[in-house]
């Protein structure tokens, strides 16, 4: 029903998370719409993505190194000296270090796990980056990992897995407190978050 | 359009908790469509309630005494001698005190506070049980009361009312942990919620 | 965890359309706190109900006779002489109903079929009224019957039933139309919807 | 947070129809962990939108003129002879075409407006394409104009608008016809669908 070139873009907006043939077809729209001045804009900024956004080398975290190479290979997270180097808060991707971050309550390091594991899917593992964390732990300061995955069927697949291959390493291994969330009401809470919010009361 | 028995019962079904018109409507056509036996059998139990129910002196959760009224003015968890007479969990309604019962994770008395306040009905005062609850706290054991409110505003408001009711006493107040509930996710977690989380890890 | 008599309540709440045990609860606690006159007249309207509201010898809806016996048995519909004696709208239930004559769009009578059928449970033909509708049709002036049930798989499971036993009466079978509803949008219409706002248009 | 590059991508996306900052940073993050090839090929079909894509002299349909700049004026339905040319179908907008053409059912042509009035926005007027509407219509062979434009408030207004500008041109103008939709429910039905299901009926 579509010309070619706007089906093969439907076709890969529809790649996008949470994006369905409905919405990629009203980004098309959009995008045809838009004077081609943003189009550009929009392109440049795409293709300066690759080119521009590096990996941290300690925490996976991703960041835009400066001009000058030689300070390429850490973010500015693993870079501050004034962050405290015992404790790591593990993720399982970025967009869950940054409302930790907002908090502004956190003064540790970090670590994106890359994914999280499914029963069902055995090659999920190798996408987690558990070489890498061991290897970080190993000979250095750090003391505590905090495991900050979601606590979901999911997240909790990947926390057992993750607390099996960590406990070798002897260190303080801590979860997030599970509790009521701001607007949660008792009448709907689950017997697992309100015990954890009756034992961690203050 | 419906008949006037039809509509007064209609009527009287819209005033139920989280009920309109429509299902009210739904309502009254399962009733007539009901053998006669069982609206005798609704009706029975809705009669009783009032007669077989009471509110227990001490906490305020209804309870339904046995035949001998020697027994008659506490409920079963305020007449346990088992339970820990030292704390007190304040909610605001029966039904948030079933969920933490259920927890079997808490050992101590509960009182039911029979409302909230808003910022802007300055009535609702009147519908706490404040005094009573003062009273008893006063020449009494308790060292701890457990504020077990719902985290929204309105509750958030009434925390801070008995709060400041409740200083003068000089015990320990706590409230339930704040933290991510069981399927929650950190990308949507609000900042007060993330914050708790992380202070009460474990 | 709730006494006797109010998680028996709870029970029979849970059994009303839509209705759930959290909310059933939730309808416990508020007859508690309810004045008792107020309760008192909840029961006899309940109680009420069955002694005056009949259903319709002629098309099944409810409706309250008055006092003179002799117009007992026809509801204020099929009594109304003005009424169009030719055609008949049939519906699922009289919640279905009321939506239409609310429109004051239909003059003709009704006939309330009181189920739809499923696929899967032979047993509900025997709830619809489908023998009485025969009755009702042969011999009278009825030229034609709308079928208004709603466009669900259920309602077409019905509406075929239906059809293939009032074909033998050869009378015409209309079905109320499809197409867009107030609201709707033709992005996320389907086809069989859109075809018939096609087809419909004016 | 996000470093300057990220944040960006995440301002341009955030612009997208539907789309909020959340999901604007999963599509950064979704690209960021995409192969450059895949990443390429988006930013090409992108890039080749603007090129290949023209909007049709007449409908303002959009589509990918062939080779021959000969035929480059007219979309594949325009220039279709097998067309009914006496009809013309109008839309708000593309995403409202395609539905229509695959119901099958509509032979005849179209008119993209271009967008919808609102009663408070009056600029919206110089957005829809009513003069070129006007223009093709005269001096043509067209007979019927079908409004085919959501029954929403804004669309409503819109017809209101469209209407009194086409009276003039004395031709046949038709809605399409309004009704239940494919899973709808009398119940929930408001008068206005209900009473044109009435009148639709067959």
Not at 17 to 35: E, H, N
Not at 157 to 165: F, G, H, I, P, S
Request: positive net charge; glycine residues 4%; contains cysteine.
């Amino acid at each position: 029903m579509y010309s070619p070139t706007i089906q093969k873009l439907i076709n890969l907006f529809s790649k996008f998370p949470t994006i369905g043939p409905r919405t990629a077809a009203r980004f098309v729209f959009y995008l045809l719409r838009q004077p081609a001045e943003e189009t550009q804009e929009l392109l440049a900024v795409i293709a300066n993505l690759k080119e521009k956004i590096r990996l941290c080398d300690s925490c996976f975290k991703s960041f835009e190194p400066p001009a000058e190479a030689s300070e390429g290979k850490l973010c500015e997270i693993c870079r501050n000296p004034r962050r405290d180097k015992t404790t790591i808060c593990l993720v399982e991707k970025e967009t869950d270090l940054i409302p930790i971050e907002k908090t502004k309550k956190y003064q540790g390091l970090y670590f994106v796990l890359g994914g999280r594991v499914s029963a069902l899917k055995k090659t999920d593992f190798k996408k987690l980056r558990t070489d890498k964390l061991l290897e970080r732990i190993k000979n250095s300061e750090i003391s505590e990992i905090i495991i900050a995955l979601n606590p979901t069927t999911e997240g909790e697949a990947t926390v057992l897995y993750l607390e099996r291959k960590l406990k070798p390493l002897n260190i303080k291994i801590t979860r997030l407190g599970r509790g009521l969330p701001v607007g949660g009401e008792l009448e709907y809470a689950d017997e697992e978050t309100l015990s954890s919010a009756l034992e961690s009361r203050k």
